[in-house]
């Protein structure tokens, strides 16, 4: 966590990518509609306006062996280590740099279930997201990504139930249909998130 305030934004706020992976857009084995342009989207947004965040994260599932029946209820997904699971180019394209440098935290979940939330994730130590945000000192994230009303939606709740204030960043997400977006973001406004787009994050 940066020792001064961030310049025009918040430095108690993270911004959490949810599993904008390669499996989840376009030509990948579970493809959300729309999932390469929403990276883009995700990568210009970071690039504009990294500095605003205290933390930025991303979530990737990175299933190794889910002993439950989510590769029965799912199509075989994001396997560890497969070009599946590695984060989709278009958000370095999106940001004009490598996208990695510009994120401060990666997790990977899923590894033996079929965790959806991000909170579920661990980064390289080990360590849940959870126990990452409270050490830096995070009170409110943004939220976005892939898909909406499955994992971004997941991540969300699980925020809320941490006591973190969060917003669903709409435009940087991408949900499995149209419909399920709508019963989505109703849903989570009623559990108290705020549901905008991203032009609205920083007055």
């Known amino acids: 966590m940066p020792s001064a305030p961030l310049v025009g934004g918040d430095d108690h706020r993270a911004l959490i990518i949810v599993d904008v992976q390669n499996d989840f857009t376009e030509g990948g084995a579970m493809e959300v509609t729309g999932g390469d342009e929403v990276a883009y989207r995700i990568g210009t947004y970071v690039g504009k306006n990294r500095d605003r965040y205290a933390l930025v994260v991303t979530t990737q599932d990175w299933h190794i062996d889910p002993k439950d029946d989510h590769f029965v209820k799912y199509p075989e997904h994001c396997v560890a280590d497969s070009p599946g699971a590695e984060l989709d180019p278009e958000l370095s394209r999106g940001a004009g740099r490598e996208f990695?440098?510009?994120?401060?935290?990666?997790?990977?979940?899923?590894?033996?279930?079929?965790?959806?939330?991000?909170f579920r994730g661990v980064d390289e130590s080990g360590k849940p997201l959870g126990k990452l945000l409270g050490e830096r000192g995070v009170q409110a994230v943004d939220v976005c990504g892939?898909?909406?009303?499955?994992?971004?939606?997941?991540?969300?709740?699980?925020?809320?139930?941490?006591?973190?204030?969060?917003?669903?960043?709409?435009?940087?997400?991408?949900?499995?249909?149209?419909?399920?977006?709508?019963?989505?973001?109703?849903?989570?406004?009623?559990?108290?998130?705020?549901?905008?787009?991203?032009?609205?994050?920083?007055?």
């Open 146 to 203: 892939l898909a909406e009303d499955i994992c971004v939606a997941a991540t969300i709740r699980d925020a809320l139930g941490a006591r973190l204030p969060a917003r669903l960043l709409t435009d940087l997400s991408r949900a499995t249909s149209v419909d399920a977006a709508q019963v989505s973001e109703m849903e989570l406004a009623a559990t108290g998130a705020d549901v905008i787009e991203s032009s609205a994050a920083w007055p």
């Open 100 to 118: 990695g440098e510009l994120v401060d935290v990666q997790v990977h979940k899923g590894q033996y279930a079929g965790d959806l939330s991000g």
